[in-house]
């Protein structure tokens, strides 16, 4: 019996487009490949909204890969622009003095999976040679250093997540209350010296001396993976794992519009595997946000069992809560009083001309110790020597409260 095919060339499109989800980081196999195309031919095409859920439906098997999927579909499936761009990489390049535009989260990566190797038919061009002095320039480290993690492409991510496990990470240390025996310490230990003359028959007492034990503080990490920040906490998530491998007693909470407990997948000694299972856990990736309702729940379930002996926490997110404000200011002064330390990572301080005009923020931030920027690995690597050495002046939140007040007036 023969098999009918297909007329057109639908099949061979969407298994290009499989091809360039898998090259910008997703997990497409051929079996889903398979399972795309049955899903269309079954489905028809009845519009592109139709087209795009089906697809989306088979390929995408996690949150994150949303993002990317939203924007390969733009990319490939908008012939418009497909057929502007294979103009321009076939054409000579013009300067362009016209301003550019943000690129779109994920943009890179897939632009570079879906266009890689398409360059080669382009005449060779005589370029001319030119004498740098290269004195003064940065390194590609350094530019990869500062470079937001959601316009980097797929090979930077890999390098950025190379670069995370090899961060020196803090071993900073707090005084309890219990004693250890020290030789050099400067308070007497009455106990040690009775029982060193009980074994000698109460003739000779020899002064012994103690001293406070230091332990690693706890960390708690809340981190929010609503849409605007899902791209931050998924490379955040690879430095919360590399703190787990080297430091005990570390815990990861992630919330969007409910709040889940990720500290037993960040154990698993492979990074992959610990986000492939965080992903599985996790049921509300890149929708809304509730934060002040996540972290009444944090302080009602989990503010006692992890924040104790001096925890230090850090809360990553945008701030960007429109309902009960109220609330959410009563949580955070909670969560504050607490902990030690609460430090609070947003990726909108990239923004130079951020101000703190949001109702969320405004209720947010005096309540936190630190607040820092976190969208590159210069601000990682400033984040681990801030945990080790203390706070700085830049970060204080007073400034940015003091500037919105400034405004204000």
Request: aromatic share 8%; charged share 30%.
């Amino acid at each position: 019996m023969k098999v009918s095919q297909p007329e057109g060339r639908i099949a061979d499109n969407i298994v290009f487009f499989a091809r360039a989800l898998r090259k910008a980081g997703m997990r497409v196999g051929p079996a889903s490949v398979k399972d795309a195309i049955e899903a269309v031919l079954t489905a028809g095409i009845g519009g592109r909204d139709d087209f795009y859920w089906t697809l989306h439906a088979v390929l995408v098997t996690r949150h994150e890969d949303h993002a990317t999927f939203d924007e390969a579909f733009r990319l490939y499936w908008k012939s418009r622009e497909l057929v502007e761009k294979l103009l321009a990489m076939f054409s000579p390049v013009a300067v362009d003095n016209a301003e550019r535009r943000k690129p779109r989260a994920a943009e890179n990566r897939v632009s570079q999976a879906m266009f890689e190797g398409r360059q080669d038919g382009r005449p060779p061009r005589e370029i001319p040679e030119i004498e740098i002095d290269a004195r003064f320039t940065v390194s590609g480290s350094e530019v990869l250093r500062g470079k937001d993690f959601a316009q980097m492409n797929a090979d930077e991510l890999t390098d950025a997540r190379k670069a995370i496990s090899e961060l020196r990470l803090p071993f900073d240390t707090v005084a309890t209350r219990r004693f250890k025996a020290d030789g050099s310490g400067r308070r007497i230990d009455p106990r040690a010296m009775m029982r060193m003359a009980a074994r000698t028959g109460g003739e000779l007492i020899l002064p012994k001396f103690r001293s406070p034990r230091e332990i690693h503080p706890p960390l708690v990490v809340l981190a929010d993976i609503s849409g605007s920040m899902s791209q931050y906490t998924r490379i955040f998530l690879h430095f919360l794992h590399a703190l787990t491998e080297k430091r005990r007693r570390v815990h990861a909470f992630v919330f969007g519009t409910r709040l889940t407990n990720l500290t037993r997948q960040m154990r698993h000694r492979d990074p992959d595997a610990a986000l492939a299972d965080a992903s599985a856990v996790v049921k509300d990736w890149s929708g809304g946000t509730r934060i002040g309702e996540t972290l009444g729940e944090f302080n009602r379930l989990w503010s006692r069992r992890v924040l104790g002996q001096g925890a230090v926490v850090l809360l990553i997110t945008d701030g960007l809560e429109r309902d009960h404000i109220e609330g959410l200011a009563q949580e955070m002064e909670r969560l504050h009083k607490s902990c030690r330390r609460l430090i609070w990572l947003n990726p909108l301080l990239r923004f130079d001309g951020f101000e703190a005009r949001a109702r969320g923020v405004k209720a947010m931030l005096p309540h936190v110790d630190e607040f820092r920027p976190v969208h590159n690995l210069e601000a990682l690597a400033d984040l681990c020597a801030s945990l080790a050495r203390g706070s700085a002046r830049d970060v204080d939140p007073r400034r940015w409260l003091d500037i919105g007040a400034a405004r204000a007036a």
